[in-house]
């Protein structure tokens, strides 16, 4: 049973640093194949894809806000890790990670419950 | 960047009946499409990827068609369960990118 589960603040201040952790289960993220992405959903609007990280380390970011994201993994713990720079109260949202599997189709079939971070002073 | 574009924004359904969302892709993403579930304060649901292919444990009044940069996802004979907003999300290689649609807020008549 695959099991995802967000972790994190929930109130940060403009310009601080987010750091988001997904603990996972019922995978390994050293099976090849095997990705976990990031989206995020401010209140009442749409879902919003941020980061993805393979088995084999490689990453991909939104393009449009790949220079203050950074995803990383550590095997060993099942975790995942999302750090979001310099956040804006535009960033309010729930943030949610997803499992994924490399196939010809991409997509995200196991997610998490989802955290609410909320950017204010 | 692909842009992903759904409609209507709001569909009007009385349970029994068929309803049919719409997603266009601004260009070409072959199949590499999927179809997402949300009822209010749950995470996103996968019905469908691949345009067509049902997820695991999805019933069948749910299916998806098309291809290239017109899909659609028919719910055949709507359940009070199916009342949600209803995402599209396609993958590019190049540059590689998740997009999701705006949404479909399926509601009942």
């Known amino acids: 049973q695959i099991t995802l589960k967000e972790s994190g603040p929930t109130l940060v201040k403009p310009t601080q640093t987010l750091t988001l952790t997904c603990t996972f289960s019922?995978?390994?993220?050293?099976?090849?194949?095997?990705?976990v992405g990031w989206i995020r959903q401010p209140p009442g609007k749409a879902l919003e894809w941020l980061a993805l990280i393979y088995w084999n380390d490689d990453k991909r970011y939104s393009p449009s806000l790949k220079s203050r994201l950074t995803i990383t993994k550590d095997t060993s713990k099942n975790q995942v890790v999302l750090t979001m720079t310099n956040m804006d109260p535009v960033d309010t949202a729930t943030y949610y990670c997803a499992h994924s599997t490399v196939t010809r189709f991409n997509y995200f079939d196991y997610w998490g419950q989802g955290t609410l971070v909320t950017v204010s002073s | 960047e692909i842009v992903m574009t759904q409609s209507p924004a709001t569909l009007s359904v009385s349970p029994g009946e068929r309803a049919t969302l719409s997603c266009r892709a601004s260009?070409?993403?072959?199949?590499?499409l999927a179809w997402y579930q949300q009822k209010p304060g749950q995470a996103p649901r996968l019905l469908i990827y691949?345009?067509?292919t049902r997820a695991t444990g999805i019933p069948a009044r749910f299916s998806g068609s098309g291809s290239g940069t017109e899909f659609t996802l028919t719910i055949s004979s709507l359940q009070s369960e199916d009342f949600a907003v209803y995402y599209c999300?396609?993958?590019?290689?190049?540059?590689?990118?998740?997009?999701f649609g705006q949404g479909t807020k399926l509601e009942i008549k």
């Open positions: 019922g995978f390994s993220l050293s099976t090849s194949g095997v990705g």
């Open positions: 691949g345009a067509s």
């Open positions: 999300q396609q993958y590019n290689n190049w540059p590689p990118a998740y997009t």
């Open positions: 260009q070409s993403v072959s199949s590499n």
